[in-house]
């Protein structure tokens, strides 16, 4: 089953919005075995809106169609799908009730705007979709497309096309989605020859998108295997944001055991390949990853920060349970505050500056006396737009990371950079420097703290 995605209004063309929908449709789609071939926006205009059908009708097999329909003059999708299909739009009594009983638990005064009364219109032969959190119904439609020729390109279009559509906001999308889904099911079920489509990210950390794919490419050929990124089954496709690196591997086979062991195959060859490159899976994140570990190990972490200016702090404590391992975590942006509280020496400060190695040093020692934590870090920098100098451009980093020793816990040292093993102390003293990347401010900051907490799950065993 073929599926694309018209995701409708022209705050998406213009940059106002961000299209998270397609990205979560898709993925539940995906999850049934339903493949997504195609992802269109087009604003509120109803030529282009329909030319978009036009295509859609041609090719998929179901098509779903999220934004337009709000109770505004410029939410126009039943309209221009209704009109599309020759199918009538017309008031629907139940559904004014439903809207109208909606609105009498809203507070206020109450009553519907009469300009509401417009969503509670359906479309001829099509099951509404209730909103359990909104005002948008949206439509689900079988639409019985043999007769229809609407693309020359496509000899054979679909001989019937499903088509929904939803609000575009996206808690009530996902929630109205999450109706959907079983019949979805069913139908490719029953009319469909329903494959099982399995996805699995691989994370990667401290290595280029273009180095990994490298180092894949160079395994497979030095056994005289082909290249997999040219393979169909199990299929793969890198990204790369501004902290990490992804591998896609998508398996698709008649039954979720088969799919399953396509992809445990693969994960198994490619984890072989880097030993120490490798994050995580699926939704790992670097900072999950690292609580795990403090977790697991029931360590405490605190932190002491200038540039990233609590960012690292706030990545660790977004995560559910983070009081098992946070203790006390400051911001000392100011040099005033790295002497008082950190008792940073204000001679460190005179001579090398708030942004060294030996004031990075300096506050997490500091950090250490006060925290009562296990793993203490310290970053200073500086991330722009101002304050660079020629010896230190924008980019340039320093952290202290010390890790009190204790009975049973092995530091992993081998290549990591420990520069001082003494009084109980593992001592990390490093200064991370990427200063040939044009970043932004929030950017180094980041990847600051991104990179920092894979320095930390390093030295972790």
């Known amino acids: 089953m073929k599926a694309e995605i018209i995701s409708i209004g022209t705050e998406l063309i213009i940059g106002h919005t961000v299209n998270t929908n397609a990205t979560y449709i898709s993925e539940k789609l995906n999850s049934i075995g339903i493949s997504v071939h195609y992802h269109t926006s087009v ?29 505004t003059d410029d939410d126009i999708t039943h309209d221009v799908v209704a009109s599309f299909l020759g199918l009538s739009l017309s008031a629907d009594p139940s559904q004014e009730k439903i809207l109208i009983d909606k609105y009498s638990t809203m507070g206020g005064d109450g009553k519907m705007p009469r300009i509401n009364y417009k969503q509670a219109r359906t479309i001829e032969s099509a099951d509404p979709i209730e909103n359990p959190i909104g005002t948008a119904i949206g439509m689900f439609i079988k639409y019985n497309n043999s007769s229809r020729a609407l693309n020359p390109a496509y000899s054979a279009p679909p001989s019937s096309v499903y088509l929904a559509t939803f609000p575009g906001v996206p808690c009530e999308m996902e929630a109205m989605l999450a109706s959907l889904m079983p019949r979805l099911s069913q139908i490719l079920k029953t009319e469909y020859q329903a494959l099982t489509i399995l996805s699995k990210k691989i994370k990667f950390a401290n290595i280029t998108e273009s180095r990994m794919a490298q180092t894949i490419i160079d395994h497979y050929q030095e056994r005289g295997l082909p290249n997999p990124f040219n393979q169909a089954n199990p299929s793969l496709a890198p990204y790369a944001s501004l902290a990490e690196v992804y591998l896609r591997v998508t398996a698709s086979a008649p039954d979720h055991q088969s799919a399953q062991s396509l992809i445990d195959s693969f994960t198994q060859e490619i984890t072989a390949i880097f030993p120490n490159k490798i994050l995580g899976f699926d939704d790992d994140t670097v900072e999950s990853v690292l609580a795990t570990k403090l977790k697991k190990h029931n360590l405490k972490i605190s932190f002491a920060e200038s540039c990233t200016g609590g960012l690292a702090s706030k990545l660790i404590t977004d995560l559910p349970g983070a009081s098992q391992y946070t203790t006390l975590n400051l911001v000392t942006y100011a040099n005033s505050a790295k002497i008082a509280q950190l008792g ?17 040093r300096e506050m997490a020692i500091g950090l250490t006396k006060i925290s009562g934590a296990d793993i203490n870090v310290s970053i200073t920098g500086i991330a722009g737009p101002d304050g660079a100098t020629p010896e230190k451009p924008i980019g340039t980093i320093f952290v202290g990371i010390i890790i009190t020793g204790r009975p049973g816990l092995k530091i ?14 593992y001592i990390y003293n490093r200064k991370l420097d990427w200063t040939s990347r044009r970043l932004s401010r929030e950017q180094v900051r980041e990847l600051a703290c991104k990179k920092i907490f894979w320095q930390i799950n390093s030295l972790l065993p």
């Not at 109803?46 to 090719?59: D, M, N, P, V, W």
């Not at 005179?350 to 030996?358: C, D, H, K, P």
């Not at 992993?412 to 102390?425: K, P, Q, R, Y």
């Open 412 to 425: 992993i040292s081998e290549n990591h950079g420990l520069v001082d093993h003494s009084d109980g102390f």
């Open 344 to 360: 940073v020496n204000p001679a460190t400060l005179e001579q090398f500056g708030a942004v060294s190695e030996e004031c990075a």
């Open 43 to 71: 604003g509120d205009n109803e030529t282009r809106i329909k030319h978009c059908l036009q295509e859609a009708f041609s090719r998929s097999d179901l098509v779903i169609l999220t934004g337009g329909l709000g109770p």
